[in-house]
């Protein structure tokens, strides 16, 4: 069993900041050999890939957040890390960490997902 907790959204003004953080349990889950990534989706709109972070600490970024958001990983607590800064409000998402094999991810887990909600 692989548990995926989320914490860490809310509601936020354009131009804020948050930091989303998804820490990791159970049995299932070797953390430090797993790629760990956030993926979001807005409502009418499929879920897309924001960032990842492979086991050797490689990321990569969708174009949209660039410069914006960096994804980090601690294995020694199990947690990775979303830091979401110059919020837009096309950034306005439910965001789940997955965790899963290789790059391109193979996504074997999900969390149960966070909001994030950015006003104009």
């Known amino acids: 069993q692989v548990q995926l907790v989320e914490s860490g959204g809310g509601l936020v003004q354009a131009g804020g900041s948050l930091r989303l953080s998804c820490a990791a349990s159970?049995?299932?889950?070797?953390?430090?050999?797993?790629?760990m990534g956030w993926y979001r989706q807005a409502p009418g709109k499929q879920r897309e890939l924001v960032a990842a972070?492979?086991?050797?600490?490689?990321?990569n970024y969708a174009d949209s957040v660039k410069g914006r958001f960096t994804i980090s990983r601690d294995n020694a607590k199990r947690t990775v890390y979303l830091q979401m800064n110059s919020l837009k409000p096309e950034d306005t998402a439910v965001y789940y960490c997955?965790?899963?094999?290789?790059?391109?991810?193979?996504?074997?887990?999900w969390g149960q997902g966070t909001q994030v909600t950015v006003s104009s």
């Open positions: 997955s965790s899963g094999l290789g790059s391109p991810m193979r996504i074997l887990s």
């Open positions: 972070v492979t086991s050797g600490g490689s990321t």
């Open positions: 159970g049995s299932g889950i070797i953390f430090s050999i797993n790629t």
